[in-house]
């Protein structure tokens, strides 16, 4: 009986170690996919602000480059006709006309 008892007993504390290592196993495995998850989540956030920063940077950069751009194809004076009859030149049509009754 002693020999039949110490086999029952080995063959349940076998089985009842593997299923704690099961257990443990799974929930080693839940705990990792839970890291991965919140990696991914982190690495998606930081690929946004890498991408807004980006965006906001070539915004910058095409404006400045259309202010350039503007400035080298406006002409320094422009010609108006003013109250008086007379054309005269200026910066503006307005202050062209400044000294002359202002612009017609």
Do not use: I
């Amino acid at each position: 009986m002693s020999r039949k008892f110490l086999s029952h007993t080995f063959l349940a504390s076998a089985l009842l170690f593997s299923l704690s290592g099961a257990a443990f196993a799974q929930s080693t495995t839940e705990d990792e996919a839970k890291k991965a998850g919140h990696a991914t989540k982190e690495a998606a956030k930081d690929t946004g602000d890498a991408a807004e920063h980006a965006g906001k940077a070539v915004a910058k950069g095409a404006k400045k480059t259309a202010k350039t751009v503007k400035k080298a194809v406006t002409p320094d004076d422009t010609t108006a006709l003013c109250k008086d009859g007379t054309v005269q030149k200026g910066k503006t049509k307005v202050t062209a006309c400044d000294d002359h009754g202002g612009k017609q």
